[in-house]
Structures are given as structure tokens and as C-alpha cells.
Nanobody, 122 residues
């Protein structure tokens, strides 16, 4: 059974930091692009960051560039998102997803976690 499980969310003040983790199981994801999405109340799920299968290439949404860092540990089947200088507009449920080839459409991803809530107070 393929499973992705996010953790590390919480309540933090603006300017603070959080580190999200995504534990993958059921198969190896070492050849997949892994992606972080987020969804705020009443809004569509949006792309946050992605990392190539090797970890050599990372890409970010403009809204988080310079503040967030995505990384992975293929040996442990783990994905991470270090979030610094958090803003109230970063408040959302954060999800990890995996796919062999990157897609901008969340519906194209077959594997999702349950999400972890990040709340940033002003």
C-alpha cells in the first residue's frame, strides 16, 4: 500500500519557522519528482515547491522563493520543506505528492498524504 504522511505543521507567529516532513512508504519514490502543494480555506490547491528525483534541482512558487527550501532523503524515502520567515498568507494545509513526471495539475498526482496544518498568526 502506497502511503505519504506529512507531519511538522503547527501554529507559529509571523517571522517564525517550521520544518515539514513527508514520509513515503509502500514503494520507493527515489525516481519520482516530489512536490509540495498547499490549500488555504476556500481556495484551490496550489503548488509550493518541487524537487527532482536526485535532489539536484529544486523549484519554487514565487510566493515562497527565498523563504522555503525543499529537500529529500531518498535512502529514507523522506521529503522535507523548511519554511522560514513565515507570513500569515502561508496559512494552509500542506500536502506532499509524488509522480514520475512533474505536472502543474494536482489531479495528475496519484499519491497524496492527508496534509498537515500550518497556521501563521500576525
Amino acid at each position: 500500500q502506497v502511503r505519504l504522511e506529512e507531519s511538522g505543521g503547527g501554529l507559529v507567529q509571523a517571522g517564525g519557522s517550521l520544518r515539514l516532513s513527508c514520509a513515503a512508504s509502500g514503494r520507493t519514490f527515489s525516481k519520482d519528482v516530489m512536490v509540495w502543494f498547499r490549500q488555504a480555506p476556500g481556495k484551490e490547491r496550489e503548488y509550493v515547491a518541487r524537487i527532482s528525483w536526485s535532489g539536484a534541482m529544486t523549484y519554487y512558487a514565487d510566493s515562497v522563493k527565498g523563504r522555503f527550501t525543499v529537500s529529500r532523503d531518498n535512502a529514507k524515502n523522506m521529503l522535507f520543506l523548511q519554511m522560514n520567515s513565515l507570513k500569515p498568507e502561508d496559512t494552509a494545509v500542506y500536502f506532499c505528492a509524488a509522480r514520475e513526471v512533474y505536472s502543474t495539475n494536482p489531479d495528475d498526482y496519484p499519491y497524496w498524504g492527508q496534509g498537515t496544518q500550518v497556521t501563521v498568526s500576525s
